[in-house]
């Protein structure tokens, strides 16, 4: 039970709505609590109540709970349609039972079993379930107001798209009155820094950032991250290094770890940790963030908008610290033609679609914001982060790398009018870390590689690579995919199916026709002399990270290739 007095003021919730605060709370506990340990309820009062002393009147509390309404209770289906459906779910996730509003994730669902699902309502009823407008409420209520629009054919073609409608993005880009330098607040310390802040320390760009800040300064490299304690965050951070091939010894003795969680209030942090971090720290290099495309921008809400909030409200307690947040240029909307974005801040939230786009979008305004209320926060926005290159070392977590194994798995790809930029990571890091240690002033800079990919070009160079790849329509493709996904092949976009509408991709995979271009003019200017380079994504680097891939295992070796990967394995 919360009472919404105190998710206002200074309490990071503050940015939810009477209207949403139920589905924030859930989506967050959802988010970082195990699945058991998610209450099945929430209650929000004005106020909590209170005995003479001033302390909570826990009795009270309880009067409350068996008096209020229960909203969120069980609601058993009422109709032919609910009973059928629920018959459905009841079989496919082995419950005894399902209620009209309960959420099919929180059953047990995943993203295999939604594909089953939405062939098995499509059996039954004979509609195609648009999953993407599911997916923003997956519940039995949903499915029937879907099928009961037959008519509408947005409702099935897939018209609409995941997210949230951009003037409640304009209010989530709001920053909250208290995030701002403390009165008291000494100045930001200039450069060489003493202790810095690294979030997103433990995943792939994590990986390189830590590398190059440790290169780069003599500093204390303070990474915030989940764990039981410093030992255990460091040893996270160690065990990621050494999967790219970066750990070094004595970088022990550069680091500490601070357990904590960017997705919780205060970051999740002790009082005590928080105050020493406020107090010490000089710098903050922010890279933390949920990068999953599947997700709704509610479940992406607690880590990439709320986590980027904490970070700010840090920043401006009892030491002013500059941030360099590392956010993306999937945060500007998609235009067809031609479009020059420059290194300024963000247009408006029409046409930024999915919820992991959108919640960049809101960081990086908030971002900007801040900035204006004197917070020296600094945003970078590459492009689509690729391999390293040097050794090709490539996460294989991200949507580029799912499509190619997609491909190879399926035996087949399609054809897509879209442009990629493709940025190496290593490169990426090391422009961070240099603009970041080199105290500058507050700016924003872009990212795009040293030039653009077309998709068809890199289906073509998987081809000649040596993977026999049929070339189908996209229709047909998309035909394909769902039809081996729904039998339960396994094949790596089996998730994205959602993404994938009938006759073209999302737009949150991209927008066909679309030729944005990033112009880096400031990007330029202070990488000006540093012998900071970006590679051009090229068939010897394309080559490049296709052996690294075969070489941990990722991807089959080709059948047949004349590009030299039969020694692949020892590279």
């Known amino acids: 039970m919360i009472a919404a007095d105190v998710l206002f003021g200074n309490n990071p919730l503050a940015t939810s709505s009477g209207g949403t605060l139920k589905a ?5 506990a959802r988010t970082h609590l195990p699945d058991a340990m998610v209450p099945s309820r929430f209650v929000v009062l004005p106020e909590l109540p209170k005995l003479p002393n001033g302390k909570v009147d826990r009795r009270g509390l309880r009067d409350v709970d068996r008096e209020q309404p229960d909203t969120d209770a069980y609601v058993a289906p009422r109709t032919d349609v609910e009973a059928r ?6 079989d496919m996730l082995d419950v005894p039972s399902v209620g009209v509003e309960t959420n099919f994730f929180e059953l047990g669902g995943n993203s295999l079993l939604v594909m089953r699902m939405a062939a098995g309502v499509r059996d039954t009823f004979e509609i195609r379930v648009d999953l993407r407008r599911f997916l923003e409420n997956p519940t039995i209520g949903r499915l029937v107001t879907m099928i009961d629009d037959t008519a509408d054919q947005e409702q099935l073609d897939g018209a609409g798209t995941r997210g949230i409608e951009p003037a409640r993005l304009r209010l989530a880009a709001v920053l909250p009155d208290d995030v701002r330098p403390d009165s008291t607040a ?4 200039a450069a060489p820094y003493d202790r810095i802040v690294l979030t997103g320390g433990t995943g792939y760009t994590g990986a390189y950032l830590v590398r190059e800040l440790i290169n780069r300064c003599d500093a204390e490299l303070i990474v915030l991250a989940r764990g039981r304690d410093s030992d255990d965050v460091t040893a996270r951070v160690r065990r990621n290094m050494e999967t790219y091939g970066l750990w070094q010894d004595g970088d022990e003795r550069r680091l500490r770890g601070v357990p904590g969680d960017i997705g919780r209030p205060y970051l999740g942090l002790d009082r005590a940790t928080y105050h020493d971090l406020a107090r010490d720290a000089d710098l903050i290099v922010h890279n933390a963030a949920d990068s999953r495309w599947t997700i709704p921008y509610q479940q992406a809400k607690p880590v990439n908008v709320l986590g980027t909030i ?5 920043a401006g307690k009892t030491r002013i610290k500059p941030v360099h947040y590392i956010c993306s240029t999937g945060a500007f909307p998609g235009v067809l033609g031609d479009v020059t974005w ?20 809101v960081a990086d305004t908030l971002m ?9 926060a600094s945003v970078y ?8 290159q040097d050794t090709g070392a490539c996460a294989t977590d991200t949507f580029i790398n799912h499509l190619i194994r997609g491909w190879i798995q399926l035996g087949a790809a399609m054809r897509y009018d879209f442009r990629l930029e493709f940025v190496p990571v290593d490169y990426c890091a090391q422009a961070v870390a240099h603009i970041a240690l080199s105290g500058a002033e507050p700016q924003t800079y872009h990212l795009p590689g040293a030039r653009t990919v077309d998709m068809d070009e890199i289906v073509d160079h998987i081809i000649e690579f040596g993977y026999p790849l049929r070339l189908l329509p996209y229709p047909r493709w998309r035909e394909e995919l769902v039809t081996v996904v729904e039998r339960g092949a396994d094949n790596e976009l089996a998730p994205y199916v959602p993404l994938f509408d009938p006759d073209r991709p999302s737009e949150e995979i991209g927008l066909a026709g679309s030729r944005p271009v990033f112009d880096s003019t400031r990007l330029d200017a202070a990488l000006a002399g540093s012998g900071i380079e970006v590679r051009p994504v090229d068939r010897e680097l394309m080559d490049l990270y296709l052996r690294y891939f075969i070489s941990i295992g990722y991807l089959p070796a080709p059948p047949t290739s004349d590009t030299g990967t039969a020694d692949a394995n020892g590279v």
Do not use: C, M, N
């Open 368 to 376: 900007h914001a801040a900035r204006a209320r004197g917070i020296p």
């Open 342 to 361: 420059t290194e300024d801040a963000l247009p408006g939230p029409d046409g930024v679609v999915g919820g992991y786009r959108q919640t960049k979008w």
């Open 310 to 314: 904490e970070v700010l409200r840090l």
């Open 24 to 28: 924030d709370l859930r989506g967050f």
């Open 186 to 189: 000494e100045p930001a310390s």
């Open 85 to 90: 459906l629920a018959v459905i779910w009841q």
């Open 381 to 388: 926005r590459p492009g689509a982060l690729t391999g390293a």
